[in-house]
């Protein structure tokens, strides 16, 4: 307090010139029209910016919750599109053989959800398992062709071999054009391409020739695209053409799958079984 005494009692006449000004300022702005009009438009652009600083800080303040809002948004929105997929009931569909026997095959979709093409045997499983009806030894087909025999299967899922697997599938195939039939196999080379054995070698041949099931089998039905000859050769050991197969379908791609159900399998395999034994007996 002393201090600002002894502080004002040196500068009593500075203070004196400053408050007199003040006094001066204000009888300009209070009795004069324009300079009241531009003080009030300064006090107007003041509020202005000052009103816009707290406005932004406000919204930044603001901006967790909104954050907080589109995540749970997000994540609502996530669990409607993919959380309700899984449990898709399957699809059968009825077709007829073309012998007219009646029906032979049915079919159950599915779809990957797991799948490998880079081993020696590769393997593959889909959505669908026992309670679909699903159950080893049976064909799976895809879109363009032939994919794999299941090998194993739960209640909601199976294992399929995929046809790239060396030496563990061997797929009764067909010229579609000659209807000569022989053996094709995988020898873990490309994923795109598989070789066809024991056609004989007088048997023309043709690049882009098309390559079938030929239905000798309870796994495939007859005729299902399998691919088209990218090459031949004449295999020196056996003396047979070796028949590149370009695949119709690309393994590495595969997402939609149908198992195929032989409804007459077991009667199929009984016969077989009794030309086993006559076989047999003829053997003794």
């Known amino acids: 307090m002393g201090f600002l005494l002894r502080l004002f009692s040196k ?3 500075f203070v004196f010139f400053i408050f007199l000004q003040i006094i ?19 006090s107007a652009a003041v509020n202005s910016w000052v009103s816009g600083y707290i406005d932004e800080g406000v919204s930044y303040l603001k901006l967790k919750q909104i954050n907080e809002d589109l995540v749970a948004q997000n994540k609502a929105l ?18 007829h053989d073309t012998l007219g026997g009646g029906q032979i095959y049915t079919f159950v979709d599915g779809e990957i959800v797991f799948n490998s093409i880079n081993r ?13 009806g ?26 399929v071999q995929s046809v790239l697997s060396v030496n563990t599938i061997r797929i009764n195939a067909a010229l579609k054009n000659s ?36 239905g000798k089998s309870a796994i495939f039905p007859k005729g299902v695209q399998i691919g088209t000859i990218a090459g031949y050769s004449v ?3 056996t003396g047979f053409w070796d ?35 006559v076989i047999k007996k003829e053997n003794d």
Do not use: C
Request: glycine residues 8%.
């Open 11 to 13: 500068n009593a006449l």
């Open 24 to 42: 001066a300022l204000v009888l300009i702005f209070s009795k004069n029209a324009m300079q009241k009009s531009w003080i009030a438009g300064q």
């Open 78 to 95: 996530m669990v409607e599109l993919y959380g309700k997929q899984g449990a898709a009931n399957p699809k059968f569909r009825k077709v």
């Open 120 to 132: 020696r045997n590769n393997y593959f499983t889909i959505n669908r398992g026992r309670r679909d």
């Open 134 to 159: 699903v159950f080893p030894q049976m064909g799976v087909m895809a879109p363009k062709g032939i994919a794999g025999i299941v090998i194993n299967s739960t209640d909601s899922y199976a294992l």
């Open 179 to 214: 209807g000569y039939f022989g053996t094709l196999t995988w020898n873990g080379d490309n994923s795109r391409v598989m070789h066809l054995s024991d056609i004989p070698k007088y048997v023309a041949l043709k690049i882009g020739d098309t390559v079938v099931t030929d």
């Open 235 to 237: 295999d020196n050991k």
């Open 243 to 277: 028949i590149s197969v370009e695949l119709s379908e690309k393994m590495g791609a595969l997402n939609k799958v149908f198992v195929v159900k032989n409804l007459k399998k077991a009667e199929v395999q009984k016969i077989q079984d009794t030309m086993q034994a």
